[in-house]
């Protein structure tokens, strides 16, 4: 009776132990993959904000202003709302205060300097995601734990933290709903024992350390402030530095057990004192069995819901477990493994048949991991396909190993369904491979360290451009390591300090990254270096062969030089063309003063010249209108040809001034040319007849009888050449031919050409008799006379209209000069309705301004010969006075008098208040410069008249200023289109 007790009793006990240790292990399992993939994606949502932000390799000007942005904060609270395990998102900056939060906006001023997470990265440069102490939510008191990451610069300096608030009475909901009662427990810890979360919850343990812990075993441990002991499955959460603790008390495990134990002991000590006792005992015995019956009956119950939960569990975790019979040749399955495989429910399973289910490629690797493990008696992990009944394949995961001792020795293992998962990583190694095949299309070199700066990866372009280096490249070798080989074998070669100096220097500006850094190869080859930071901590560097670059650049910067040095030079030149350019100005300003000093001297000079040579025409003119013999009026008319040759020199003095100066200018107006010519050809053809020469124009067919141009100027061109062709013409004839030709851009040119039978020219004349005061030879101008200025002031005057002179001549056979001119067709001008001047029948009262005696008599003497009645004053002082006392019907003025001028006594006359200051002005003056006419209009003069005084000229303005209808006309305006051209000598 007493044996059977005992086995009945240890029996009890051997199962609930290996039960309770069976669920707690699998329980702990699947608590920590649904615990991984919580955290998992807390942490996607770090790194996908860190990347989606840009909050890696931030640049140090801007990295404070974008942290703070508002749409940083927008991006936070919009991520925040995705995961109910998060409480909040925040960012610290690298000086402790708050940049940022999903909750609060505008951010307050916070320190948060003394945070478990900001000291860490501070303090420690690592990429590794950070878990913190539990800590209170100042708001409702709940516990909070902190995962963070750490934020860099582009130089990989500290730069702030990222940081998620993660509620830990999410995971306490979580852990409930796997129906642990009555002495259970479900504890999520930090690697170093700390508690973070725990069901039932219990404020006191929450963020005490549990130093006994220890992942991946179950053990027996002190877990609560009652210091009890409990059965106790760790395992660690896979990818994070956490473990999920799952604990069963000891009296929740054995309370049944110690109850039927004691029961049957009492039951035994009965016997032995009798065998009434023993039947009363008995009967109470029945009765405490049927409750100890009751009382398991309950504990399988209990039992049985915990087994229901925790096959929930599996199957949200997709994993399930076997457990082999005593004769570990079939092994009892759950539920969900069933669901796994495909397979019906059996109470027992063969080993033939997963073996059976597993792809026939991966039955060897799992055969000798099963067998490797039985022969170490050590458990095996291993990953491998099964094929369902229903033709799915599927991927697991079977993790197993031996459990008990001796006899009792039985296998236990954990299949999990990681299809998701490798499909996942399928997709992964896919786009790795794709992410390969973009590295290897680069065009520059490529090589990638990780956040240990360690050696990962080059491409094969990496490798030519250093196939020296490319045997070194073993992934795992860190970056100085391989800088010591390859100085080892010579590669490099640093100058100056030593070469560990010289390395340390260089990791430096490795891990700090750096800008585009150039070197020239020892084969001579330019290479460009890169390196960039990756969000992980790794680095990235990036080689680029710029030889033909450096090779273009250093042609660029050769031709550079050589415009430099021509730029050097076309300074230097300009400098010397500054410098000449002064002394050209300095010369311009003396041509100038030169010039306005021969101005002055030719007014003076034709003043001078033009009042005697007035006085003398004017009394050859007055002589020749007296009576007079033959020999009287022959000398009359040599002195008047003298006086007109005179004349006409200092006309052509005069005109080659104006010329000079470009004061001339040309003018486009409606003409018939025919008219022109002939009337040109009739005005000389009296000098021509006294000297026997025919003359005649020749127009050419087809020539237009209206074409616009400078009728005067063509006019006076056409009678130098005239008077030339005349005067060096002995005998023979003067022929003037016109003709009209279109020129191919659609303009149309006038050619004049003037051909005569004279003594011709040679070469070198013709080379030169366009220029001023030149003619053919000094004997020429001693037979024939002339200034040598007409032919310049053709020329002159044909460049001004736009045209060109030219001649064709051999000595003794003639010359024939050529003028083209741009003369488009016009049309007939608008006949011109200038009064028609009728002599006057009244005696008009005319005053005369005039300082020369000989002059001032010959005006009277043509004056009273008119009938008019003239009064002479010898200045213009007493001009002023004159009009001042009585009204003249026109006054005479002289411009250069002394005492007051003609100019300023106009001026003061046209000051007068009443009707004398409309008086008619004419003056009078030997001054025929270019730029007079505007002088003296501006100063108020209606007319001029130049000396020599010609008294036709002289009589019209008379008639056209002093008839009644003119009488009170005002002074003429420099402006005025319609006013009449005065008239002068020419």
Known sequence: MLIAAGLTIKNLHDRVEDETKANLAQLSFVLSEESSRSFKAIDLILKDAIEHLGLHNLRREGAEAKIG??????????????????????????????????????????????????????????????????????????????????????????????????????????????????????????????????????????????????????????????????????????????????????????????????????????????????????????????DSEELLAKQNALLAEQSERLLEAQRIGKVGHWVTDPSREAAVWSEQLFEITGLPPSPNVPFETLLDLVHPDDVVGYLRAREAARAASSGYNHEFRIIRPDGEMRWVRMEAGPRGQGADRYFFGIVQDITERKTAETGAEESRLRLVDAIEALTMGFVLFDKDDKFVMSNTHFREMFPAWAALLEPGISYQDLFRKAHQLGLISPKGDGFEDWLQRKVRRHVAGSKAVERREPSGRWIQSIDHRTSDGGFVGLRTDITAFKTIQAQLEQKLAYVQAIRSDLEDQKHELEATGAELRAARDAAQAASCAKSDFLAIMSHEIRTPLSGMVGMVDLLRGTPLNDEQKRYTVLAKESADLLLEVINDILDFSKLE???????????????????????????????????????????????????????????????????????????????????????????????????????????????????????????????????????????????????????????????????????????????????????????????????????????????????????????????????????????????????????????????????PIIALTANALVGQRETYLAAGMNDYVTKPIQPPLLFAAIRRWALPHSADAPPLQPDRADQPEMVASS
């Open 69 to 290: 942005w508002r749409e940083t904060h927008d991006y936070l609270d919009e991520k925040m709302q995705l995961l109910p395990q998060i409480d909040r998102l925040l960012i610290i900056g690298a000086d402790g205060r708050l940049r940022n939060h999903s909750q609060v906006w505008p951010i307050p001023e916070i320190s948060l300097a003394d945070r478990e997470r900001y000291l860490f990265f501070r303090d420690h440069d690592t990429s590794d995601l950070f878990i913190s102490e539990p800590v209170r939510n100042r708001l409702d008191g709940s516990w909070i734990v902190h995962m963070a990451r750490r934020l860099t610069d582009s130089e990989g300096n500290f730069a702030g933290v990222l940081s998620a608030g993660v509620r830990t009475a999410y995971f306490t909901q979580l852990y409930e709903n796997v129906g642990i009662h009555n002495g259970g427990s479900v504890s999520l810890l930090r690697r170093d024992g700390m508690m973070l979360a725990r069901y039932p919850f219990d404020d006191d343990m929450i963020g005490r350390l549990h130093p006994s812990a220890n992942s991946g075993r179950t053990a027996v441990w002190s877990t609560g402030v009652e210091a009890s002991y409990s059965h106790v499955a760790v395992h660690d959460v896979p990818g994070f530095p956490l473990m999920i603790s799952t604990a069963m008390s000891e009296a929740a495990v054995h309370g049944s057990w110690r109850r039927d134990a004691i029961i049957l002991m009492f039951g035994i000590a009965a016997a032995v004192a009798g065998i009434l006792s023993l039947i009363v005992l008995l009967g109470r015995r029945v009765r405490g069995m049927k």
């Open 661 to 919: 100066a470009g004061r001339l200018q040309s003018e486009q107006i409606d003409f018939d040319l025919p008219n022109l010519i002939e009337s040109a050809v009739l005005f000389m053809g009296e000098r021509a007849k006294k000297k026997n020469l025919d003359i005649k124009a020749v127009l050419a067919p087809g020539l237009p009888q209206f074409v616009k141009g400078d009728p005067t100027r063509i006019r006076q061109v056409m009678l130098n050449l005239v008077s030339n062709a005349i005067k060096f013409t002995e005998q023979g004839s003067i022929e003037v031919r016109a003709a009209y030709r279109y020129q191919g851009d659609g303009a149309a040119a006038l050619r004049i050409e003037v051909i005569d039978t004279g003594i011709g020219m040679s070469p070198e004349i013709q080379a030169q008799i366009f220029d001023p005061f030149v003619q053919a030879d000094t004997s020429i101008s001693r037979k024939y006379g002339g200034s040598g200025l007409g032919l310049a002031i053709c020329r002159q005057l044909c460049t001004t209209m736009g045209g060109t002179i030219g001649v064709e001549s051999e000595p003794g056979r003639g010359s024939r000069f050529w003028l083209e001119l741009p003369c488009p067709r016009g049309e007939a001008p608008v006949a011109s309705s200038e009064p028609v001047v009728d002599p006057t029948n009244r005696e008009l009262d005319i005053l005369v301004a005039e300082d020369s005696p000989i002059i001032a008599t010959l005006i009277r003497s043509l004056l009273v010969k008119q009938g008019f009645k003239p009064t002479i004053v010898v200045n213009g002082a007493k001009a002023l006075a004159a009009v001042s006392e009585r009204r003249y019907d026109l006054v005479l003025m002289d411009v250069q008098m002394p005492e007051m001028d003609g100019i300023s006594a106009t001026k003061a006359i046209r000051q007068l208040t009443g009707p004398e200051a409309q008086v």
